[in-house]
């Protein structure tokens, strides 16, 4: 079957960084998602990975490891408004997007 | 700024009853998604559409149904709500582009069954 594995909660302190795993079993693939998501709010596009290495975008940077079926999520100098959930999705052979059950990520003082 | 709009933020229904639940985009996109999300779970899909009359069964279509008779607009219909039903409904759109495909979200309707 298909399958997303990511951790359900990760703690981290202001101003520090964070790393956030993402495993995958697809049938095929097509690119691998990370969206942001705020209490009560709805999923945002943080970035898109289809080809090997690091993407790096201001404070987020994505990494992609298609042999290893490994993503990971990296956040730098934290900032209260990053405490959110983090969610990484999968694109299947048919396009259709398979996600991950989410990362809460919880930004202390 | 582009936008997918959902009717309602919150919703309370009596069981047995057949809720409507509207969502509107104004970007044009060709397909459309609607997902519930509960604890644990992530995201799971319900019914997707790649284009105005058509529709296609997600992972979970028991209980729902769909509606797209305009390309802007994607109804999601339970025909009798039950409590296990209660749950938060997620409305996407995207391009119809292979590869990177953005999904856009509404804000999400909380619908509580009782």
């Known amino acids: 079957g298909q399958n997303i594995d990511q951790p359900t909660e990760m703690t981290a302190t202001e101003g520090a960084i964070v790393q956030i795993n993402c495993t995958y079993q697809t049938s095929g693939f097509n690119g691998l998602f990370w969206y942001q998501q705020h209490a009560g709010e709805a999923p945002t596009f943080l970035s898109y990975?289809?080809l090997d290495g690091l993407e790096e975008k201001g404070r987020f940077s994505s990494f992609l490891s298609r042999s290893k079926g490994y993503s990971y999520l990296l956040l730098k100098e934290l900032q209260m408004k990053d405490s959110a959930s983090y969610l990484c999705?999968?694109?299947?052979?048919?396009?259709?997007?398979?996600w991950g059950a989410g990362t809460k990520l919880i930004i202390k003082p | 700024d582009v936008k997918v709009t959902q009717s309602s933020r919150y919703l309370v229904k009596r069981t047995g009853e057949k809720v409507f639940l509207e969502c509107v985009q104004d970007?044009?996109?060709?397909?459309m998604f609607w997902y519930r999300q509960d604890p644990g779970l992530g995201l799971r899909l319900i019914y997707f559409?790649?284009?105005?009359?058509?529709?296609e069964k997600g992972d979970i279509p028991e209980g729902y149904s769909v509606s797209r008779e305009k390309k802007e607009r994607f109804s999601l219909i339970l025909e009798s709500a039950s409590t296990n039903q209660t749950s938060m409904y997620l409305c996407?759109?995207?391009?119809?582009?292979?590869?990177?495909?953005?999904?856009?979200f509404g804000q999400g309707t909380r619908l509580t069954v009782v």
């Open positions: 990975n289809v």
């Open positions: 999705a999968a694109l299947d052979s048919n396009y259709q997007l398979i």
């Open positions: 559409s790649y284009d105005v009359k058509m529709k």
């Open positions: 996407a759109s995207s391009l119809r582009h292979e590869g990177n495909t953005e999904a856009f």
């Open positions: 970007m044009d996109h060709e397909n």
